[in-house]
């Protein structure tokens, strides 16, 4: 009787389990779903094509939900040159401006914006807004001293500059002329004297990065000669990463490539 009641017991217990453990699953299946997005969706900042990646370098996709538009927040926050930070604790994204991370670091005096330390850079240039594409403008601390490091370019010429984020005074300024020599192409995309064109470089880059030409700012592309052979020095951004190669004139093979993230 003792075994009846057992089993009857055990059975009863069992069948309450399977009961909780439907539930369960249950549940968790009714928290994942399929939507259907617009995918596809391009992003530009101040008119420059910008590619959204994550920590790795990986390209992240923006796309449009139920009229909405998703985009990565750590991406284009930090484009658009905000701090971002994730509060785990309070699941809560974190944006914040230069000026105010100014001030939270406990630095004291009035703090000039990113906006205007590329004003003063573009004047001491002389170069107005729309003849430059900026390539960094970020807030650093450098020996117990905030500054902003501006980096720009206009037309075949890069411009660097150091300034301090409190009074705007130039720490350091400095330019690169790169002078784009194109060799005559042929037909077949040489220079006619077996030398590759800087356009056939070019593709050679692209080719090699992954990276559409339509979303590339070429830096540099200059003919250059070292230890007695001719190459290419090919330098462009796409999206936060920066790229650099040196491509054999001749052959048109690479003989270095360099990868960077930027934000």
Known sequence: MKKAEFWKGFGLGFTVLLLLMCLCM????SSKRTIDVEDGIGISIN??????RDATGNQVSVFIY??????????IGEAMGLDVKFDSANRMVQLTTQDRLLAQSGASGSYISADRAKEIALA??????????FLKVKLERDDGRYQYDVEFYSGTTEYGYEIDAITGKILSAGRELDDFIVPVGTSDGSAGDGTISADRAKEIALADAGVNANDAV???VKLDRDDGRLEYEVEFYAGS?????????????????????HN
């Open 26 to 29: 249950t549940a968790f299946a």
């Open 47 to 52: 008119g420059a094509t910008f590619i959204p």
């Open 66 to 75: 139920n009229g909405t538009t998703y985009a990565p927040v750590r991406a």
């Open 124 to 133: 001491d240039a002389g170069l107005k807004e729309g003849n430059a594409v």
């Open 218 to 220: 070429f830096k540099k």
């Open 241 to 261: 990463m920066e790229y650099e190669y040196e491509i054999n004139a001749k052959t048109g093979s690479i003989i270095s490539r360099d990868i960077e993230s």
